[in-house]
């Protein structure tokens, strides 16, 4: 772990390249005040110069399983926070060349813990919604290319992903209809 006063806490993942960070917080009786991206900071941080190019920003109800998706051309990065309620956020390496492909890592992402998910390009996304709302927004490296979007099976048992799930999740037609890794295009 490197803290840095004044700037960001990043924490190790099971999967090195994936980040978890945490942002100075500033608060008061009055409430709270957080630089949620500094570009000088980050990349003196992470290491990483990334051009962020885009910013979602979704709303998904309780039960809500989101993904898991990537883009098998114009791969994105993303790093990823909660504004309202709190998500299981879920990266899985879909780098053939990684010695983590097929591997993921889960973070539980919460407006009062106010951590951010750093999840490079090479990996397919999804998180599932634990509280009543989850407002989650999000950076990406790449613009969004739905004739290059490609859904991962949420429960492939080959990824075995641990979802804390407390009922069937809630899915689109697309997330149903994900495919396994072992079909799925993958990146070298």
């Given at each position: 772990?490197?803290?840095?006063p004044?700037?960001?806490?990043?924490?190790?993942?099971?999967?090195?390249?994936?980040?978890?960070i945490?942002p100075?917080v500033?608060?008061?009786?009055?409430?709270f005040?957080?630089?949620?991206?500094?570009?000088?900071?980050?990349?003196?941080?992470?290491?990483?110069?990334?051009?962020?190019?885009q910013?979602?920003?979704s709303?998904?109800?309780?039960?809500v399983?989101?993904?898991?998706?990537?883009?098998?051309?114009?791969?994105?990065?993303?790093?990823?926070?909660?504004?309202?309620?709190?998500?299981?956020?879920v990266?899985?390496d879909?780098?053939?060349?990684?010695?983590?492909?097929?591997?993921?890592?889960?973070?539980t992402?919460t407006?009062?813990?106010?951590?951010?998910l750093?999840?490079?390009?090479?990996?397919?996304?999804?998180f599932?919604?634990l509280?009543?709302?989850?407002?989650?927004?999000?950076?990406?490296?790449?613009?969004?290319?739905?004739?290059?979007?490609?859904?991962?099976?949420?429960n492939?048992?080959?990824?075995?992903?641990?979802?804390p799930?407390?009922?069937?999740?809630?899915?689109?037609?697309?997330?149903r209809?994900?495919?396994?890794?072992?079909?799925?295009?993958?990146?070298?």
């Open positions: 772990m490197t803290t840095v004044g700037t960001l806490t990043i924490m190790a993942t099971p999967i090195p390249d994936v980040l978890l945490e100075r500033f608060g008061d009786e009055r409430g005040f957080l630089e949620s991206y500094n570009a000088k900071v980050w990349q003196a941080e992470t290491g990483l110069a990334v051009p962020f190019v910013d979602n920003h709303r998904s109800a309780r039960h399983l989101r993904g898991l998706h990537y883009q098998i051309q114009q791969p994105q990065g993303k790093l990823i926070r909660v504004i309202l309620g709190s998500i299981f956020d990266a899985v879909l780098r053939r060349s990684s010695i983590t492909f097929g591997q993921w890592v889960g973070a992402l407006a009062d813990n106010k951590q951010q750093w999840i490079p390009p090479g990996f397919a996304h999804g599932l919604v509280s009543d709302f989850a407002e989650v927004l999000y950076k990406t490296t790449e613009y969004y290319a739905p004739e290059h979007e490609r859904s991962l099976l949420w492939d048992p080959d990824l075995a992903i641990d979802w799930l407390e009922e069937d999740p809630i899915l689109s037609s697309k997330d209809a994900g495919i396994s890794l072992q079909g799925a295009e993958v990146y070298p």
